[in-house]
């Protein structure tokens, strides 16, 4: 069964940072692309907000370019998101998703979903 266990939320200040951890397990194969989104409160859909291949290759959505950075270690099924310069709209509950490709196709598996609170 695989899982998906985030941390790294929170409160913090307008300006400051946090990094996010997302860690699969319960898997052999390989996990392809990850991802993080983001919820913001009253909000029903999900925000893309970055995305990293397989090759380390990132993707950022426009609204955050240039303050987060995804990054991932393989070796421990694990993808950050480090945020700083945060922002009052940054305010959201954000979850990771990973891709993994079984003989059977490819498969999403999303995170629980991890608080973070920008507020003065």
């Known amino acids: 069964q695989v899982q998906l266990v985030e941390s790294g939320g929170g409160l913090v200040q307008p300006g400051g940072s946090l990094r996010l951890s997302c860690a699969a397990s319960?898997?052999?194969?390989?996990?392809?692309?990850m991802d993080w989104y983001r919820q913001a409160p009253g909000n029903q859909r999900r925000e893309w907000v970055a995305g990293i291949t397989s090759g380390d290759r990132p993707n950022y959505a426009d609204s955050i370019k240039g303050r987060f950075t995804i990054s991932r270690d393989n070796a421990k099924n694990t993808v950050y998101l480090q945020m700083n310069s945060l922002k009052l709209e940054d305010t959201a509950t954000y979850y990771c998703k990973v891709v993994i490709k079984t003989p059977g196709g490819g498969y999403d598996y999303w995170g629980q979903g991890t608080q973070v609170t920008v507020s003065s």
């Open positions: 319960g898997t052999t194969f390989s996990i392809y692309g």
